[in-house]
């Protein structure tokens, strides 16, 4: 049954706005009118996307989020969705219940279109198809499978796992890497300062003595003067650069390149590949686990890879594969895929317990990128705060050497 969002007058003049579901246009305003309303505006939600704005154009968008569900909120979603399922509740009526507990329009409007083509006779899987914006495809072949085999609610249990597991991971790695980014802002912003008002300043107090300055001071002037002069034009050129970048990485020959010798940089070229690998096997994992035959898997999970180099082996996995060859050794004839991978794929080959090994291998995968991750940023963080107060003393130098040398010559 189709899902319609509308605008009514109530009885006591007030505007109110919702999500209604009927057969057709002429139905649901009938529906309006019988509860006391006052249509106003009714219009049928889009299958394809339950925010009306992804039609405008980026510069008439709303700032904020464009879409229903952030990486957290459909595990959570997920989760729940799994709880009551998994308790013997129908769907459309567990579809009801996340509708009525959800806190914003976009997601309850979101559940309602979903709702709505679950009673018209699809499944969920295809209903969520509908909506790619907000559901990736390993999330839909996942529960389709899990709808096929019978098993959705331990299918949803997985995904959610999977998700939360995912989300840990990233949350984990962000959190590694915001003190440092923190730590070089905050430290750029006192040398641009320091560089452009201060030295300056005190220079000019010497400047009528006549005297030579020390060599420090002079370069830190001649730093001071270029920044000043050329420092907006830098900072076009830097931005401007950033957005040629972007632009090259669209073409996908480069990304390819680019992202091959990303994976060759010394500590944070392997933990990408440590963080692909353990999402890849993951993903992997629990498609395998939910009956998803292994060539849908295995080309599935590669489009869970966000570095080109990687995905480009495991598609090249998935045609050794399809040509006979066990996954473990497919997985083994490219050297970019940790050998943990391959190894925890062919004991799961041999045992016929490939899910479980593969589990096994991401978790292994996962520990170890975490491990790295925050052994780098306790390095890291001393070492940057070592660098700044370089930078600092530097500057204070270049200030206080003229002065300690005025100070002697006029003794």
Known sequence: MPAYRFEALQADGATRKGVIE??????????????????LSVEAIASGSADPNTALPWWQRPVGRSRAFSGSQRAV?????AGLVGSGLPIERAL???????????????????????????SLGHALAQHPGEFPAIDRAVIAAGEQSGHLGMVLEQLANDLEDHQALRAKLMGAALYPAIVC???????????????????????GTKRQLPMLTVAMLGLSDFVRQWGWLMLGLAVAGLGAFRMALRQSAF??????????????????????SAR??????????????????????????SNQALRADALEALVRVREGAPLGNALAQHARFPGLLSMFA?????????????????????SEVQRRAMALATVLEPLLIVGMGGLVMLIVLAVLMPIMELNQWVK
């Open 22 to 39: 009927a057969d057709s246009l002429k139905t649901a305003r009938s529906q309006l009118r019988a509860q006391s309303l006052v249509p």
């Open 77 to 81: 979603w997920t989760r729940q969705l």
């Open 96 to 122: 009801t219940a996340l509708a009525e507990e959800a806190d914003d329009d976009k997601q309850r409007q979101l559940m309602a279109a979903i709702r709505a083509e679950v009673n018209g006779g699809s």
């Open 185 to 207: 802002l905050v430290a750029l912003a006192i040398v641009i300062f320091l560089v452009t008002s201060v030295v300056p300043q005190v220079a000019g107090v010497f400047a």
């Open 255 to 276: 990304r390819l390149r680019f992202d091959a010798a990303f994976l060759r940089l010394p500590l944070i070229g392997r933990l990408a590949r440590g963080y692909n």
């Open 280 to 305: 890849f096997a993951s993903t992997l994992a629990m498609l395998t686990a939910a009956g998803v035959p292994i060539l849908k898997a295995l080309q599935a999970a590669a489009d869970t890879l």
């Open 346 to 366: 062919k004991l799961g080959e041999q045992t016929g317990q490939l899910p479980v090994m593969l589990q096994r291998a991401a978790q292994q995968l996962s």
